[in-house]
């Protein structure tokens, strides 16, 4: 079955280190996103992509990194400079690139939370 | 700048009682796409609706409905009868211009 898969479920870091969450889609999907979601709070942009090689930074790009080597993937790094990461990191992809790319439907994943300990 | 407003944080209701989700949406574009998502515990969340911004027409789905209103840049969400299974955050979000932007989510209890 064609869908988006995040890993790991749950991953506790210590202050200082970098986390690397994947996220893999078999959808064949041209843009992918990483949102964050905290408690009470919608979700935010942090980056996405409309292609390979190519990203650009959403609202709350500070202290992530993202790389786009393959169309299925889309991983995020947590880095150090991140102040407060401990949060839910939703992957989506969508098939629709461009302008009007707003007017696509996402598919996300299950999600990955983060716990800085 | 765009931006999505659900006021309601929570709302618990009885089984079969019909809820009412407000969303409430700010953009200067005029083409612009409504969405709802529903979020059950497990965290994916899940897709239930599309509207563009040329397209007033109410929808019902089962027992799910929407009610677009340009006018006041309202598109409401009201599941009829509800179910214990309704319970979950639904999300309301704003699609244009190759992004989206969404309202803090309203987290709907259905108790049995």
């Known amino acids: 079955d064609g869908g988006i898969t995040q890993s790991p479920k749950y991953l506790f870091r210590k202050e200082g280190q970098n986390v690397t969450l994947s996220c893999e889609q078999n959808?064949?999907?041209?843009?992918m996103y990483w949102y964050r979601q905290d408690p009470g709070q919608g979700l935010r942009l942090i980056y996405y992509s409309q292609i390979v090689n190519d990203f650009q930074k959403g609202d709350i790009a500070e202290g992530y990194s993202v790389s786009r080597e393959k169309k299925e993937s889309f991983p995020l790094t947590v880095t150090s400079a991140q102040k407060n990461p401990t949060a839910f990191y939703l992957c989506?992809?969508?098939?629709?690139?461009?302008?009007?790319?707003?007017?696509?439907?996402?598919?996300f994943g299950a999600g990955s939370r983060l716990t800085v300990l | 700048a765009q931006k999505v407003t659900q006021a309601q944080t929570e709302i618990s209701v009885v089984e079969k009682e019909d809820v009412t989700l407000d969303c409430v949406y700010e953009?200067?574009?005029?083409?612009?796409?409504l969405f709802w998502y529903k979020q059950p515990p497990s965290g994916e969340l899940v897709f239930l609706i599309r509207?563009?911004?040329?397209?007033?027409q109410n929808e019902i789905s089962g027992r799910y409905s929407w009610n677009f209103q340009k006018s006041t840049s309202s598109f409401n969400f009201t599941i009829t009868a509800s179910q214990v299974v309704d319970s979950a955050v639904y999300f309301c979000?704003?699609?244009?211009?190759?992004?989206?932007?969404f309202g803090d989510g309203t987290t709907l209890t259905v108790k049995p």
């Open positions: 953009t200067r574009d005029t083409t612009y796409y």
């Open positions: 989506a992809s969508s098939s629709g690139t461009g302008i009007y790319s707003g007017a696509n439907v996402l598919t």
């Open positions: 959808l064949n999907h041209d843009a």
């Open positions: 509207r563009n911004s040329f397209d007033e």
């Open positions: 979000a704003l699609g244009s211009a190759g992004k989206s932007t």
